[in-house]
């Protein structure tokens, strides 16, 4: 299943690239982020040029993870979890931005099939339900991405100028994970989509904060030490410090 | 000012961090018990995923413990004898722990096991710290102090030692149950052990309050060592970033706990302890009443 996706995607993209070949052209301000210790989040500008007339849309979709849902309910007065499910390929972040609200460019079908809009969003689990329950369990992750500032439910705004520039600005909050994000970026005429742009911004651990993980992950046992010896100096500088001070 | 954690892989407010390390110091300095059994609540609610919580509490017990067991070493007070036997008692009992932890893990409804034996015992332990600690002020304001303790049968089974320290002569195997069930306990809430240890330590062993505390805190210092190795090698849960920035709040907050206690009585200390474990646990009953932020809560695999 999982390898047909992957193939079909490929094809798509590949497909689509031919077609796509000069109708849109686009690029970032900086198509790198670099998480350090400092990091509290970050812009990027995100510009093109398009052949053709018609909408913009731009999606950005974060790394896709697998999640175990909790869901709680209330017995006896009282909050419990009752139940649990696995999904699988849950996208990280998600964001969109449009010239036109999507449901104003009368492109439902196309937006569904290339997943574009938080409802359009697909991921794979809890197969064994029946889709009323899924989609219940769906909408609750959804729910809970949009708390977590993880997927942002307000569309963002693309301006066209010339009629053949765009341009929109991508906002990643400080929650985001490592890996690939994919930005698709699709022209829309008459519902149909015309066009298709794939991008990628690459989001990696940087600095200090790259060594500490690169560390605990690839030696935990030598990183457990030194986080214990760190711990014990320190207590003992300060014990020792604070006695000199006060005698 | 925010500070991006590495393992955690999310953003904290450093005040907010160097605050909450602040408070578990003067916990740990006062009362011996390291903290855990507050930050570990307060960082997950903060938004900090459970493992690491946990994880890198451990790693900040070790610096806040070693810091306030000094300051009792060197005023000898600290009955190391006794402070051995109980980390014997305590790493079998979380080493069986951690075992029986994996085993509910797999029968399903671990989660609200924890939290309700964790609540039946803050209730029970609080409650009765605080009534024994107004009944004794009450008899020291009429003048007639009992003994603490009542040397019962348990004191009595063999292999007795004597604690010069505690000024105890009694069996080593009450010490050697009460950390192992301690320890077990504490592997799976996933906290130290200090806030049980130490009313146990008083009401059932019956030390002095003062030793308690030093030798208390010799035996956290120990037990944090091992779950931060453990939890570095085997979970990969220990953020460096998280707990150095709690250990930097709470050294400060160790010596100024230190200093608090030279200053007031030890049924005050104790009456004290028992105020916060009782408010601990309204908390967390608050939690399971209150309607929650999310009906679904989002665990991600690694």
Not at chain 1, 113 to 120: E, V
Not at chain 2, 10 to 35: E, K, R, Y
Not at chain 2, 221 to 245: C, G, K, P, R
């Amino acid at each position: 299943m999982r390898i047909l996706l992957i193939f079909l995607t490929t094809l798509f993209v590949y497909v689509n690239n031919i077609i796509a070949k000069d109708i849109i052209m686009a690029d970032f301000s900086k198509n790198k982020i670099n998480i350090d210790v400092g990091f509290n989040g970050a812009k990027l500008l995100f510009f093109g040029v398009i052949d053709d007339e018609g909408d913009v849309v731009v999606s950005v979709t974060g790394p896709r993870e697998s999640i175990k849902v909790r869901k709680k309910e209330r017995k006896l007065g009282l909050w419990i979890n009752t139940d649990f499910k696995t999904f699988y390929d849950v996208p990280s972040y998600y964001f969109v931005a449009s010239t036109k609200p999507l449901d104003q460019l009368n492109a439902n079908e196309a937006l569904r099939i290339n997943q574009i809009g938080i409802k359009n969003i697909r991921f794979e689990g809890a197969e064994e339900e029946v889709k009323k329950d899924r989609d219940l369990w769906k909408s609750g992750i959804i729910d809970t991405m949009i708390k977590l500032g993880r997927y942002t439910p307000e569309q963002g705004s693309i301006n066209i100028s010339n009629q053949r520039l765009f341009k929109t600005e991508l906002n990643f909050s400080s929650e985001i994970i490592d890996g690939a994000y994919i930005v698709d970026t699709l022209l829309i005429k008459e519902g149909n989509v015309i066009a298709v742009k794939r991008s990628f911004i690459n989001v990696s651990k940087y600095g200090l904060g790259e060594k500490i993980y690169t560390m605990a992950t690839e030696k935990g046992l030598i990183y457990g030490i030194l986080a214990v010896f760190f711990a014990l100096v320190f207590g003992f500088t300060v014990n020792e410090t604070i006695r000199r001070f006060n005698a | 000012m925010e500070i991006y954690l590495p393992i955690a892989e999310i953003s904290q407010n450093i005040f907010f961090l160097l605050s909450i390390g602040f408070i578990a110091g003067i916990l740990s300095g006062m009362f011996g018990v390291g903290g855990g059994f507050m930050t570990t609540p307060i960082l997950i609610l903060g938004g900090v995923p459970p493992a690491i919580a946990v994880g890198s509490e451990a790693n900040h017990i070790v610096g806040s413990s070693l810091t306030g067991f000094l300051n009792y070493f060197r005023r000898k007070n600290v009955d190391t004898l006794m402070g051995l036997i109980l980390l014997i008692g305590g790493v079998l009992g979380s080493t069986t722990g951690v075992y029986l932890f994996r085993f509910l893990a797999v029968k399903g409804r671990i989660e609200e096991v924890i939290s309700f034996a964790y609540i039946l015992f803050l209730a029970v332990v609080g409650l009765y710290m605080l009534l024994e600690s107004l009944r004794t002020r009450k008899k020291k304001k009429s003048g007639s102090l009992m003994k603490l303790h009542v040397h019962g049968w348990i004191h009595g089974l063999p292999f007795r030692i004597k604690f010069r320290r505690s000024k105890l002569y009694i069996s080593i195997i009450p010490p050697l149950l009460i950390s192992f069930v301690i320890g077990i306990l504490a592997s799976i809430m996933g906290v130290g052990g200090g806030f049980i240890l130490v009313p146990a330590m008083i009401y059932l062993l019956g030390m002095s309050t003062q030793v308690v505390i030093g030798t208390s805190l010799m035996q956290v210092l120990f037990v944090s060592i091992t779950s931060t190795i453990m939890h570095a090698y085997v979970n990969q849960t220990v953020d460096v970033i998280l707990s150095s920035l709690l250990l930097f709040g709470g050294v400060l907050g160790v010596q100024m706990g230190a200093l608090i206690v030279q200053k007031i009585s030890g049924e005050v200390l104790r009456m004290l302890l028992g105020i916060i474990i009782i408010c601990l646990c309204l908390f967390l009953i608050s939690n399971l009443i209150i309607n929650p932020n999310s009906i679904y809560v989002l665990d991600i695999i690694r």
